[in-house]
């Protein structure tokens, strides 16, 4: 049957991307210095070896041949999956792939030093070759996709995207969002928030980490954490690696930081284990994925009583102070304040930031600004949406983020769309199974998980996004939820 | 020209085993358990697919080509090289290939725990499927290349070596060792050696370590130290992971490990870069790799002038104490004492360790003996070489090396004629520089290890065994050199 040898032909493919993850997470947390040339040729000889046999003619007529069998309704949607990545994947020649690859992992590479020297000049010319090799990705997409060309970047990341949907949501979001940020700034203003004093030892974050982990169900026997200069959550899911950075001045970013990274490996270590190696058994989006992470960190893990949880073990771990009570905790963690490192945002602040970086990049990728324009178009955006400048820091500007860096433009708006998306899944667990407040203090994060599971991780790919939330949550994507959700936190409405 | 082709196809080879070699790395080091399964399977694929490259139809008809065409003679080198290479390649079926390596990585696993429980019973059927697999290899190997079963092992990592001229070396030894053993152990019975007193922690240990490491010259650019249950040097050339293991009891035998695989990783950083990724500039073979390591570890890790230059060191890390003075250490590391762990022995007794192990896999191999006689022969030959009973105790037994685990049987000589080479170039080099222990006194480390760039690592695999050994010593391989050392440093001859 056509439909086996297609199984077979993924399960191929997937140990091979197995291979890929476990050298790209070494290349982040362990490779020294000297070894990124050999790695990045070995790492790009890998890409173009999956990217014959992903576009092999055979599997054409194995997809082919396999519409014509009788296959069960999983099947069929694993076939459907196999078809997008087969045409996801012959869309671009093998040395297009490799270029982009080599000069994705050399511009990555060297800007983890460049972003510590605030060296832009250095930085710009790597950038320009990625965009331009991405333009060319994009413009070949675009003209076997008829779509325009950062409608088919999105496509890679959230299939069914589209500038016009994207347009319309945060559209949304602009409407409501400034007058929030606003209002919960003057509401916060006289608020008395203590700054917890370090230092804080690494060893110490570490093992508080481990046990936030172990808290919210991350299963060390699949799985590890690390450190890396750009926190992600890699690996396969049956060993998830997933990584942090430390400051020793303050632990708070990097606390959350783990949480977060765990919702992504909840989700990873949740997929049903009967579809690994398939299509089908794969993460549905990278906002999906974001609704998870953000399910964690902000559903959850910005929650007071979540806070009050965890309060003793951090106290535990650093010592008394006043800082340090479940009450102070809530409003540090809840506090906003425009900021300009995203990763470090709130939650309310948070769009703006991703927003930003959606119209550079659409911009961008359809040849309407260049590399050399972004700094300015950067201070600009920022002192717009939240008053700050960065001219002439690129560290904490243009140059903060790894995803530009290695050719992923389309990924941004995932975020926000994730944390609407994690909004909309929080008000439909308290339908079932009362507010979240409760669950945590009654000790119930396990039912809470399950039913992350039961509604969204054991449902991978088998899905199309629309049908998976609206049987999660009984409608579509809506922004009115994280509006909700933000003025029920922050206003108290 | 064929030649270029055949160059362009080792590259993508060379590639794909980098990210092999990674991935083995992680795995011994970094994968937690419940990872295994995934990667064992992973691993296999990526060798299948390596198979099937090495063997392509193609080669034969370049290295035809290439034959007739005009080369250097670095160039014809590299040819043999690779016809070597492909000759042992296309030996094997790809079904044999893929099931040993997954049958090694299944019995390589379970070994690590099976080990440290002495469960012989859970370890036997594992190994006998890993010696079924590698009997088929060597019944394969034998009859194309026309040799006998276990030179046909040999050849794969001592290319030249045979059953008949090993059965002659350790035949020379087996007439002078037992007495030296016995007049050594005479001589040192009345010394007084006093035990470094612990706790030695694990992270003072490192630090010692990595020192240590950088004094003999590893480049961390290039390279890493990790742990993982039984010590190697892996990855690659331009990012050599070395390991070891800490106990917190004692700080001897890690620190002497990490100088031993400081050898290999020298060797390797040290190959000529021009030839990276083609197989004349990998280390000509297993013996010269070790002889590499026991000249760090034996020659220079243990002449009391090195130990002097570390003793101060040491005693910063751990404090001061008797034992710990440049004389004591001196008589701690060469101590000659019988045991029972190959990898804990002294150089006097380790050929006992290896010529047991290499009589017992020729044996096995040729199927004289099966898995189930192991435990008992290897319990007689331990009291007929050196006194000790192991019946019973697997753990410090037959289980103690991962080498049989994976199916690496014709592996174990090589640390022998390491260690005759190591004696061998030690004496070459006093000739060219001076007497060693004036060498390290006067500082002049860099001296002796341009001195094996120079005879050694910059030759790669540019020539034969026998005549890089000709050429950087006046003759090849002579089991007297090593009679010599031993008999100066132990007996004062």
Chains 1, 2 share one sequence.
């Not at 579509?476 to 936190?489: A, V």
């Amino acid at each position: 049957m056509s439909y086996q040898q297609l199984e077979a032909h993924q399960r191929q493919i997937d140990r091979l991307q197995h291979l890929f993850a476990i050298c790209g997470w070494d290349q982040a947390t362990m490779m020294p210095e000297g070894g990124s040339q050999a790695r990045a040729e070995a790492m790009a000889e890998l890409e173009v070896l999956l990217h014959a046999k992903k576009t092999a003619p055979e599997v054409g007529d194995w997809i082919a041949a396999a519409e014509g069998e009788s296959l069960s309704a999983a099947q069929q949607a694993n076939l459907n999956e196999i078809r997008r990545h087969w045409q996801d994947a012959r869309l671009l020649p093998a040395d297009l792939v490799e270029a982009l690859s080599l000069a994705g992992s050399r511009c990555e590479h060297a800007w983890r030093r460049q972003r510590q020297e605030n060296d832009w000049a250095g930085f710009a010319p790597n950038l320009g070759e990625v965009v331009r090799l991405s333009r060319d990705v994009a413009r070949l997409r675009a003209e076997a996709l008829e779509m325009r060309p950062y409608d088919a970047m999105l496509a890679l990341y959230e299939p069914g995207m589209s500038v016009v949907k994207l347009d319309q949501v945060f559209g949304d979001l602009a409407n409501w969002l400034p007058g929030l940020i606003t209002e919960v700034s003057e509401r916060q203003r006289g608020e008395a928030v203590l700054t917890p004093v370090g230092p804080f030892p690494t060893e110490q974050q570490k093992a508080l980490g481990l046990e936030v982990m172990s808290l919210i169900g991350f299963d060390f026997n699949h799985g590890r954490l690390d450190v890396s200069s750009h926190p992600f959550c890699g690996g396969v899911p049956t060993d998830v690696r997933m990584t942090t950075r430390y400051n020793e001045e303050e632990f708070v970013s990097s606390l959350m930081g783990i949480i977060h990274e765990t919702g992504h490996a909840r989700y990873e270590q949740g997929l049903p284990r009967e579809w690994l190696g398939q299509p089908a058994g794969e993460a549905r989006s990278m906002a999906i994925h974001e609704s998870q992470s953000l399910f964690c960190e902000m559903q959850l893990g910005h929650h007071p009583a979540f806070l009050s949880l965890i309060a003793p073990r951090i106290r535990a771990h650093f010592g008394e102070q006043p800082a340090l009570s479940a009450a102070n905790l809530a409003r540090l963690y809840n506090r906003v304040e425009p900021g300009l490192i995203r990763v470090d945002a709130d939650e309310v602040t948070y769009p703006a930031h991703v927003i930003l970086r959606y119209e550079l990049e659409r911009d961008l990728i359809e040849g309407r600004i260049e590399v050399a324009d972004i700094p300015e178009l950067w201070d600009a955006k920022m002192q717009q949406w939240l008053g700050l400048r960065t001219a002439g820091n690129y560290r904490d500007g243009c140059m903060q983020d790894i995803h530009w860096t290695d050719g992923s433009f389309g990924y941004f708006p995932s975020y926000t769309l994730g944390a609407m998306t994690a909004a909309q899944l929080r008000f439909a667990l308290e339908r079932d199974l009362g507010e979240m407040g409760s669950v945590i203090e009654a000790g119930r994060l396990p039912a809470l998980f399950a039913w992350l599971s039961a509604k969204i991780w054991q449902h991978a790919s088998l899905l199309p996004t629309d049908e998976l939330l609206t049987q999660a949550t009984g409608e579509t994507l809506s922004p009115r939820w994280l509006r909700r959700h933000l003025e029920q936190r922050y206003v108290g409405k």
